[in-house]
């Protein structure tokens, strides 16, 4: 059974820091694209970032510069650092997995940043 895991939501104040954990379980983790994406309230799901299984990384705009996504293969394990955080960051953040023809998302934790 796939789970992805997500933790290290909460409360922030705007220009505070969160690390968000994504820990995978029931795939082949290093073979995976890993990826953050958030949903806003009446918006849609958006990309946050992605880190290839080989490393390579793209970022929003919105985030470049603030945001960090990093992996630990050997933990099976996606972070992103999240550091300037600004109220409009604030949204359910999801854990994304993508190895072509599979694909997973997790349950979301709450990201919820005040002025």
């Known amino acids: 059974q796939v789970q992805l895991v997500e933790s290290g939501g909460g409360l922030a104040q705007a220009g505070g820091s969160l690390r968000l954990y994504c820990a995978a379980s029931g795939i082949n983790f290093r073979l995976y694209n890993m990826g953050w994406y958030r949903q806003a309230p009446g918006k849609q799901r958006e990309l946050v970032a992605t880190i290839t299984r080989g490393d390579a990384t793209n970022y929003a705009d919105d985030v470049k510069g603030r945001f960090t996504i990093s992996r630990d293969n050997r933990k099976n394990t996606v972070y992103l650092q999240m550091n300037g955080l600004k109220p409009e960051d604030t949204a359910v953040y999801y854990c994304?997995?993508?190895?072509?023809?599979?694909?997973?998302w997790g349950q979301g934790t709450q990201v919820t940043v005040s002025l």
């Open positions: 994304h997995a993508d190895h072509p023809p599979n694909a997973y």
